[in-house]
């Protein structure tokens, strides 16, 4: 082993043993990481009680984290980390391995963050019913989508779960919201795409909300003069044999929070229109004003369909 006089020596041993590591994904992973963590140590000249406290932070995360929250995710989220993995992963130039999409429109992607909240087994629902299972707060909203693939061709027959916080901004998986009388999978549907690749249904407008801010991730937002705010939105997940599972979400166009959302999810391909309207739809005479309508076109690309494992319990 070389003799370590300096802090470069220190940094060219350490390397040598991650160049040893047998399986070649691994070894370029630990090369990578430990230049550049190093190099971060190296410019920010970091101190014995900064290194000390940043131990503590990063055990304190995995203390947190349990079967109904997970903070290393949170903190993902919120330093950008999840968004970048997920649209270097995605696209049409990514698919063909040449790396992250550009600002290009045809190379954005729907892909986006899943969210600690899903659930597997949501209840089957006939296109165009309501998912609402309970009396819940909130101005009534349609949602209108097409699942369709790279090239604009319908997708048909994939099976696409929803899910959306309510008009106070719960999911009905979290206590406060079973407290609030949420029934089982309100606010949650399976759907099966048309053979032009259309579902849709009727629910409630969600609202942007807080994320947790009472572990580690809500002193760094303080620390940065950030608000902990995520802009409304909707989750979709998409499932078919031979095309990636797309999981994504799609923002509220108005939302006073697009610009600035905690978990730097928001892209321009993922912004959608809720648009308001004044007179009842004509298959909803009796509807009471205002209500909401999305429509939006999710891409899915060719790939693996695997799902994910849920985030909590």
Not at 222 to 230: F, G, S
């Amino acid at each position: 082993m070389t003799k370590i006089r300096n802090p470069d020596d220190l940094s060219a041993a350490v390397l040598a043993v991650m160049r040893q590591t047998p399986d070649p994904r691994l070894r370029e992973i630990m090369v990578s990481l430990v230049t550049h963590l190093h190099g971060f140590v190296r410019d920010v000249r970091l101190t014995e009680d900064e290194a000390r406290s940043a131990s503590a932070l990063i055990a304190r995360m995995g203390q947190l984290t349990n079967d109904s929250h997970n903070e290393v995710v949170l903190m993902a989220g919120s330093l950008g980390v999840s968004s970048l993995v997920c649209l270097l992963n995605n696209g049409q130039r990514a698919a063909r391995g040449e790396g992250a999409p550009t600002n290009e429109a045809r190379f954005e992607t729907t892909q986006n963050l899943l969210g600690p909240f899903w659930r597997m087994n949501s209840p089957r629902t006939a296109n165009g019913a309501s998912i609402v299972r309970s009396p819940t707060p909130g101005a009534p909203w349609r949602v209108r989508a097409r699942v369709v693939d790279v090239a604009g061709l319908p997708v048909a027959n994939a099976e696409v779960d929803v899910w959306h916080c309510d008009g106070k901004g719960l999911y009905e998986n979290q206590p406060q919201a079973r407290a609030q009388g949420h029934a089982d999978m309100n606010l949650r549907g399976k759907f099966t795409t048309d053979d032009d690749g259309h579902f849709g249904f009727w629910s409630i407008k969600p609202i942007g909300y807080p994320i947790p801010t009472d572990g580690v991730v809500g002193p760094l937002l303080k620390a940065q003069n950030r608000h902990a705010m995520r802009p409304a939105h909707l989750h979709a997940l998409a499932v078919k044999t031979g095309y990636k599972t797309l999981i994504s979400q799609v923002y509220a166009h108005d939302d006073p929070n697009l610009a600035t959302d905690v978990q730097f999810g928001v892209t321009d391909a993922l912004t959608g229109q809720f648009v308001r309207h004044d007179t009842a739809p004509a298959e909803k005479p009796n509807l009471q004003a205002p209500w909401f309508s999305l429509d939006f076109s999710f891409i899915m690309e060719a790939g693996e369909s695997k799902l994910p494992k849920a985030p909590i319990k």
